[in-house]
């Protein structure tokens, strides 16, 4: 299991390479309707401030590891869920 300092490297990393695809698209795709482009933007920041947070703040009565596999499962499906409404902006 990586420390907490990973974690946290890979989740800023992550966020912030879906973030400029993010402006990337909506820059590159005029057809893009700026509050959606919008509300993605918050949503990304926001998921990035959650799961940063709960790194630092584990839930008491879980093993750690278990905990931590939890986190990263969800960390992925937000951001799968993000990425697939990236997309969805561009056509």
Known sequence: MPNRKDLKHSINTICSDVFAECVAVSLYHG??????????????????????????????????????????????????EIIDQIANLSE
């Open 31 to 80: 057809k893009a309707n700026e509050d959606n482009v919008e509300a993605l933007l918050k949503s990304i920041i926001h998921t990035r401030e959650d799961f940063i947070s709960r790194i630092s703040h584990p839930e008491l009565g879980m093993k750690k590891k278990e905990y931590y596999d939890h986190l990263a499962a969800s960390f992925t499906e937000h951001i799968s």
